[in-house]
């Protein structure tokens, strides 16, 4: 596949596997990464691979993304701040971020002419919405700074295409984990912040009872929605969204449940592990799950891992490298 991709957010979680991928396949890419939220040794082994360049620059400045953006056919623009918590203690930032660098980037790819960009929404964008399973044409009122700069980006996407022709789709992530998740720090997501914590037998806390339910996506099921989006011929498929989800729901309580039967393979003790319960977080949405149709029907999405699965190859991962 001799194709010439740009990936923003290359040295985060999504964009480091994005970048893993496509390389391994042969494809001409570029990574562009500030390294705030991102880790150079998540993308260490590619840096001496004669079809990967990585640029150490930031999508609020625009010469940086047409620098990136140059010769390059498709854009998989990942780079964002994300978590509600974080938009919450700090919204001017993760605004300048998600908006400012996304706008810079949709101007960037217009300029360059490139074939199309798929970008990284969001399922917080679903907000209020009490509606399940959450189907893309439905949404509510954002809960926090952060659903508002999703929502944000796919309005100007849409304004994009209309205005200059500017091909895009829209990737709505449901809680994403896998390989490469980062475990640490203040807004560590929940998979890998309880993985550890288990693996270092802490009691894990659960912001609530657990009642709580998401639609917890593996990343290689992600890293699939990219590339069928990213190659996809479909008239359909152009200036849409596209939720990318397993399109089941498990609340915490039970999630703790199937870390702790994953890891207790390695030790015993990690069983009779108890949860710890605190107060709910501001922000928060109750309940997650996607209808998957539109992506099955359009894009020929079809994810190969359901939770259960990817836990395994997660827990595996992150019991050889913490």
């Known amino acids: 596949m001799n194709i010439k991709i740009l990936i923003t957010g290359a040295a985060g979680f999504i964009g480091s596997n994005l970048s893993e991928y496509f390389v391994e396949k042969g494809c001409d890419v570029v990574g562009l990464d500030n390294l705030a939220t991102g880790n150079l040794n998540n993308i260490a082994h590619l840096i001496s691979c004669p079809n990967f360049e990585f640029i150490d620059g930031d999508i609020r400045n625009i010469e940086t993304c047409h620098k990136a953006v140059a010769g390059r056919t498709y854009v998989l623009h990942q780079a964002a701040l994300g978590s509600v918590p974080r938009s919450i203690n700090d919204p001017i930032i993760t605004n300048e971020v998600n908006i400012s660098g996304f706008l810079n980037m949709l101007v960037a790819c217009k300029d360059a002419g490139v074939k199309k960009m798929v970008y990284a929404a969001s399922s917080s964008t679903y907000g209020d919405s009490k509606a399940l399973p959450k189907v893309e044409e439905v949404i509510g009122k954002p809960l926090s700074p952060y659903a508002i700069t999703k929502y944000v980006n796919?309005?100007?996407?849409?304004?994009?295409?209309?205005?200059?022709?500017?091909?895009?789709?829209?990737?709505?992530?449901?809680?994403?984990?896998?390989?490469?998740?980062?475990?640490?720090?203040?807004?560590?997501?929940?998979?890998?912040?309880?993985?550890?914590?288990?693996?270092?037998?802490?009691?894990?806390?659960?912001?609530?009872?657990?009642?709580?339910?998401?639609?917890?996506?593996?990343?290689?099921?992600?890293?699939?929605?990219?590339?069928?989006?990213?190659?996809?011929?479909?008239?359909?498929?152009?200036?849409?969204?596209?939720?990318?989800?397993?399109?089941?729901?498990?609340?915490?309580?039970?999630?703790?449940?199937?870390?702790?039967?994953?890891?207790?393979?390695?030790?015993?003790?990690?069983?009779?592990?108890?949860?710890?319960?605190?107060?709910?977080?501001?922000?928060?949405?109750?309940?997650?799950?996607?209808?998957?149709?539109?992506?099955?029907?359009?894009?020929?999405?079809?994810?190969?891992?359901?939770?259960?699965?990817?836990?395994?190859?997660?827990?595996?991962?992150?019991?050889?490298?913490?």
């Not at 990213?230 to 870390?259: H, K, Q, W, Y």
């Not at 003790?269 to 309940?287: C, F, K, M, Q, S």
């Not at 539109?294 to 991962?317: S, T």
């Open 154 to 322: 796919e309005l100007y996407a849409d304004v994009f295409y209309k205005s200059y022709g500017l091909n895009s789709i829209g990737l709505r992530y449901f809680n994403v984990f896998g390989r490469r998740q980062d475990p640490n720090g203040t807004y560590a997501a929940v998979i890998p912040l309880f993985t550890k914590q288990l693996m270092n037998k802490q009691s894990p806390l659960i912001n609530g009872d657990g009642t709580y339910s998401r639609d917890f996506t593996y990343i290689d099921n992600v890293i699939q929605a990219n590339e069928k989006a990213m190659l996809s011929e479909n008239p359909e498929a152009v200036n849409t969204i596209f939720n990318v989800a397993c399109g089941e729901r498990t609340d915490l309580n039970t999630l703790i449940d199937l870390l702790k039967q994953s890891l207790s393979k390695h030790d015993k003790a990690i069983l009779d592990i108890e949860t710890t319960y605190g107060p709910l977080r501001v922000g928060d949405v109750p309940h997650s799950l996607a209808s998957i149709d539109k992506a099955k029907k359009i894009l020929d999405y079809q994810p190969q891992f359901n939770l259960k699965e990817g836990l395994e190859e997660a827990v595996e991962w992150y019991w050889s490298h913490l």
